[in-house]
């Protein structure tokens, strides 16, 4: 079984310039999660899918943050316009059920802004 | 809403069991209590988790009391690849209101 992927692994850009991350959860998976760790920092979470309808996202930082998952498969994350303050690794974790039941993570993005 | 504590960092020896307890209040009480482990530029991983008294598997032991307002991740016997972070997770709420409440997380350095 394919675990949770993520692309791309690595994105530099310059602040200012949008970048989409993009998580393809493991199959079957209806919840979906997107988290965010900044340097030095604990994880937090950002959002929670269930299919294609956002649960939660109290975790979003602001407006420049939106995300999508169309069709309740692969998911999106798009930052439009990048700031500093927003590099960092993202997380994407997928799980069966919304409870403290095991999510699986994938192996994150790591997005620097210059 | 529940409310999780654990100690930032934790130093330990090779071979020293070492425990990290996470003190939650207000837990969902039909809920399990969840541990995972982060390596840097890695995505948590699962260890183990229990819902009260002990658990163990053939990485960790899981020590949940009664009333379920604390847990105690234990490692026994670790080694230099055990240095991680290590967060707690539970839940908090019912139906509509529940939510996943994840601890800080305790960075955990193992020394020679």
């Known amino acids: 079984e394919a675990g949770v992927t993520q692309f791309p692994s690595h994105s530099v850009i310059e602040k200012g310039q949008t970048v989409t991350l993009r998580c393809d959860p493991i199959s079957g998976h209806d919840n979906l999660y997107w988290y965010r760790r900044v340097m030095g920092k604990e994880i937090k979470f950002l959002l929670h899918?269930?299919?294609?309808?956002?649960?939660?996202e109290s975790g979003m930082p602001n407006n420049r943050f939106l995300a999508e998952r169309t069709g309740g498969t692969y998911s999106t994350l798009k930052v439009q316009p990048a700031e500093l303050e927003d590099s960092g690794v993202y997380f994407c974790a997928s799980s069966v059920r919304y409870n403290t039941d095991t999510q699986y993570f994938g192996p994150g993005t790591r997005l620097t802004v210059l | 809403l529940a409310k999780t504590t654990q100690p930032i960092s934790m130093d330990s020896y090779e071979g020293q069991e070492v425990n990290i307890t996470c003190s939650h209040n207000n837990i969902a009480t039909n809920d399990y209590i969840t541990w995972y482990q982060q390596f840097p530029s890695q995505g948590p991983r699962f260890i183990i988790q229990g819902y009260k008294t002990k658990v163990t598997n053939e990485v960790a032991s899981l020590f949940i009391p009664a009333d379920r307002k604390s847990s105690t991740l234990s490692l026994p016997r670790v080694s230099l690849s055990d240095t991680a972070v290590y967060y707690c997770?539970?839940?908090?709420?019912?139906?509509?209101?529940?939510?996943?409440?994840w601890g800080a997380g305790t960075k955990l350095i193992i020394k020679p």
């Open positions: 899918f269930v299919k294609e309808s956002k649960q939660d």
């Open positions: 997770l539970v839940g908090d709420g019912m139906d509509s209101n529940y939510q996943l409440i």
